[in-house]
């Protein structure tokens, strides 16, 4: 099975920086595509980020130019590093993958359990 364990969530105040984490474990799993997204209540999940395994990545219009993602393929790891943080950007922060079953070739899609980030003004 796979897990995907988020870390590096916190309060932060606006114009500072925070560097997530996200740990993917699973042996019998490549993992192809990944990305973070967040969350409040109430609202649609918004893609931030994405990275292809080649290290290929797309950005959310809200995000491009501030935050920076990146992955460490031999750890399994995605990161996300996040400057010149606003108060707008206080949400639950999740790390998605696209993980191929080795033995099939199927995909399938997992979520972390989400980490929170606020922003104080």
């Known amino acids: 099975q796979v897990e995907l364990v988020e870390s590096g969530g916190g309060l932060v105040q606006a114009g500072g920086s925070l560097r997530l984490s996200c740990a993917a474990s699973g042996s019998r799993f490549s993992f192809n595509t990944m990305g973070w997204y967040r969350q409040s209540p109430g609202k649609f999940r918004e893609l931030l980020a994405t990275?292809?395994?080649?290290?290929?990545?797309t950005y959310g219009d809200s995000v491009q130019g501030r935050f920076t993602i990146s992955r460490d393929n031999a750890k399994n790891t995605l990161y996300l590093q996040m400057n010149g943080l606003k108060p707008e950007d206080t949400d639950v922060y999740y790390c998605?993958?696209?993980?191929?079953?080795?033995?099939?070739?199927?995909?399938?899609?997992?979520w972390g359990q989400g980490t929170q980030v606020t922003v104080s003004s």
């Open positions: 990275i292809t395994r080649d290290g290929t990545t």
């Open positions: 998605n993958a696209k993980a191929a079953f080795l033995a099939t070739g199927y995909e399938y899609d997992y």
